[in-house]
Nanobody, 125 residues
Framework: QVQLMESGGGLVQAGGSLRVSCVVSGRPLRLSTMGWFRQAPGKEREFVTAISWSTTTDSADSVKGRFTTSRDNAKNTVYLQMNNLKAEERTVYYC???????????????????WGQGTQVTVSS
């Protein structure tokens, strides 16, 4: 059974930084596309960034230059580094795994097979 577990969320001041981790269990990470999404109450889940098995990355325009993702296949872990956080980015962040090697669906919720439970990021203004 594949499970994803995020950690590292918390409280940070606007302009600050936070790193969130996602550990995958039950399956080797190395061939999976891994994505990060966020969802505010009453809104749809929103693509943030993704990393392919070959470490190609892509990010939403709203976070480019501030958020990055990386992976450590030996640890079966993916990271989301968030810099210069804004108050409006206070929400729950989710990691997701696409067990195929697709890249074309990286920005869509339906492009992923497994999801973590989410971690809360609170940004104070």
């Amino acid at each position: 059974q594949v499970q994803l577990m995020e950690s590292g969320g918390g409280l940070v001041q606007a302009g600050g930084s936070l790193r969130v981790s996602c550990v995958v269990s039950g399956r080797p990470l190395r061939l999976s596309t891994m994505g990060w999404f966020r969802q505010a109450p009453g809104k749809e889940r929103e693509f943030v960034t993704a990393i392919s098995w070959s470490t190609t990355t892509d990010s939403a325009d709203s976070v480019k230059g501030r958020f990055t993702t990386s992976r450590d296949n030996a640890k079966n872990t993916v990271y989301l580094q968030m810099n210069n956080l804004k108050a409006e980015e206070r929400t729950v962040y989710y990691c997701a795994a696409d067990i195929s090697t697709r890249w074309t669906t990286r920005g869509t919720v339906n492009g992923y097979d497994y999801w973590g439970q989410g971690t809360q990021v609170t940004v104070s203004s």
